[in-house]
């Protein structure tokens, strides 16, 4: 009798079911994925972040900012990083090479409307300092102007920062004066 409760209890040999990638988890009980891109808020490239099972499986891995962290996706990521670094290296150089050109500039000249004090009907702004430095050959964006104290708002030499990107940075000469007025 003992031996026939042990065949019952004894369970057929199980086949090897293939599973398919499974997502590590943290300790937190999150999923774990590895950033392809900086993500704001999460982390930089090539960090090993731990979220929230939806916000990876629905936002992350479709956006391709986020793969699962296997040693074909490491690998994979590791020379996309080594190519991120030499456009992010060419990047800088060019930017460098544009302060450079900056420097050489004596000084951008602006017309505006004005009264005989000198004040101006308007303001100068950075799109209009931007617009000026187009006009000599040097590509910036109103974004990359930066004005301490807000808009030129009189006629005269002004100095103005550039904020270029990459932590450079350089000075330009604006020189504000009265537009002419047609007859």
Sequence with gaps: MAKEQQEKTKKAPQKKVKRRNQVSHGPHGGMQLVLTEDVQYLGKQGQVVEVKPGYGRNYLVPRGLAVVPSDHNLRILERHKIRVQQ?????????????????????????????????????????????????????????????????????????????LGFDIETKVKIAVIKAQEKK
Excluded: C
């Design 87 to 163: 456009a992010r290296e060419a990047k800088v150089a060019d930017l460098r090479s544009l302060s450079e050109q900056i420097q050489r500039v004596e000084a951008v000249k602006i017309e505006a409307q004005a009264n005989d004090e000198g004040h101006l009907y308007g303001s100068v702004g950075a799109p209009e300092i931007a617009r000026g430095l187009r006009a000599k050959g040097l590509m910036i964006e109103p974004e990359m102007v930066k004005m301490e104290g807000g808009s030129i708002k009189e006629l005269g030499l002004w100095e103005v920062s550039l904020h």
